[in-house]
């Protein structure tokens, strides 16, 4: 198991799309979503997958 943290501030689609790559049925328990007040926006989860997976997004 890997936590894994996306960190975007004004490229939405790039975020957007790497939140697509990672496979549903490999997130373990509930995510977590943030956008700050300066727009940076984060999303962390505990998922079930290689450093290497990971690497790949």
């Known amino acids: 198991m890997q936590n894994i943290v996306i960190i975007a501030d004004s490229n939405r689609i ?5 939140l697509c790559k990672i496979p549903t049925e490999k997130i373990i328990g509930e995510p977590n979503f943030s956008i ?22």
Not at 14 to 18: D, P
Not at 37 to 53: C, D, F, H, W
């Open 14 to 18: 790039l975020f957007e799309r790497k």
């Open 36 to 57: 700050s007040e300066n727009g940076i926006m984060t999303y962390r989860a505990l998922v079930k997958m290689s450093p290497e997976e990971i690497a790949n997004l």
